[in-house]
């Protein structure tokens, strides 16, 4: 159980497009999903977290304009990249969780990951 | 502020020995303590929670310790294997004084096994 899955696995896109990346909980509905971003040989950065049906609480310094993400059902969220450049290559992370934040046994199940890639 | 620290940055071991993670932290209020393992392109899965009460917890070949007086943490693999080479990451999650919850995720352990 608490599986979530990540589409695409790999992307490469050209300068200045957009690229979606899709986040499912496959066997649980997820109250909260988060989004991380990891450069290489560091640990996972905390983008933002969503709530499903309510607008996304993005970390100081990440712009929610080019981030956009969109948590429409408590098992799909989805994050885009607008406009992306060479430098938002990296590798993008999803996790869902299930209960309530403030439970002891909150727990967050990551996602495989995506490599977005942009030249 | 709140921080979790990791060491070593990097370990290289031989195949079938054991080896100990760190992991400090100065996150108050503390809920709970995590380790990840991370293999590389792929998203982190737990091996192990602690709560402030507990001392150790086991999950086969891994074992972690919870000093919570000393806010340090440790990860020990026995007999290690090559599929052990991993990045391993520790997850404090701690309180905020608008009463949620963050995550705060070390920099990771990256453990390379050779045969």
């Known amino acids: 159980g608490a599986v979530v899955s990540q589409h695409p696995s790999w992307v490469i896109c050209k300068s200045g497009t957009s690229v979606k990346i899709e986040c499912r909980s496959l066997?649980?509905?997820?109250?909260?999903m988060f989004w991380y971003r990891q450069f290489p040989k560091q640990s996972l950065m905390l983008m933002a977290t969503?709530?499903?049906?309510?607008?996304?609480?993005?970390e100081q310094g990440v712009e929610k304009d080019k981030f956009l993400i969109n948590h429409a059902s408590l098992t799909l969220s989805t994050l885009t990249v607008t406009s992306a450049h060479p430098e938002d290559s990296s590798f993008y992370i999803c996790?869902?969780?299930?209960?309530?934040?403030?439970?002891?046994?909150?727990?967050?199940?990551f996602g495989p990951g995506t490599r977005l890639t942009v030249l | 502020k709140n921080q979790v620290e990791q060491s070593p940055q990097s370990l290289i071991i031989l195949e079938g020995k054991n080896c100990t993670l760190q992991?400090?932290?100065?996150?108050?209020?503390?809920?709970?303590l995590r380790w990840y393992k991370q293999d590389t392109g792929r998203g982190p899965v737990s091996l192990t929670i602690?709560?402030?009460?507990?001392n150790t917890k086991s999950n086969g070949r891994y074992t972690a310790t919870l000093d919570a007086d000393t806010k340090q943490s440790s990860l020990h693999i026995t007999a290690s294997q090559l599929s052990d080479s991993a990045s391993y990451i520790c997850?404090?999650?701690?309180?905020?004084?608008?009463?949620?919850?963050?995550?705060?995720f070390g920099t990771g352990t990256r453990l390379k096994v050779l045969a």
């Open positions: 997850v404090v999650r701690g309180g905020t004084t608008s009463g949620t919850y963050k995550y705060i």
């Open positions: 602690m709560t402030f009460s507990e």
């Open positions: 969503s709530n499903e049906g309510s607008k996304a609480t993005y």
């Open positions: 066997d649980f509905q997820a109250t909260t």
């Open positions: 996790s869902a969780s299930v209960g309530l934040a403030g439970a002891l046994e909150h727990e967050q199940f």
């Open positions: 992991c400090n932290y100065t996150v108050s209020p503390f809920s709970n």
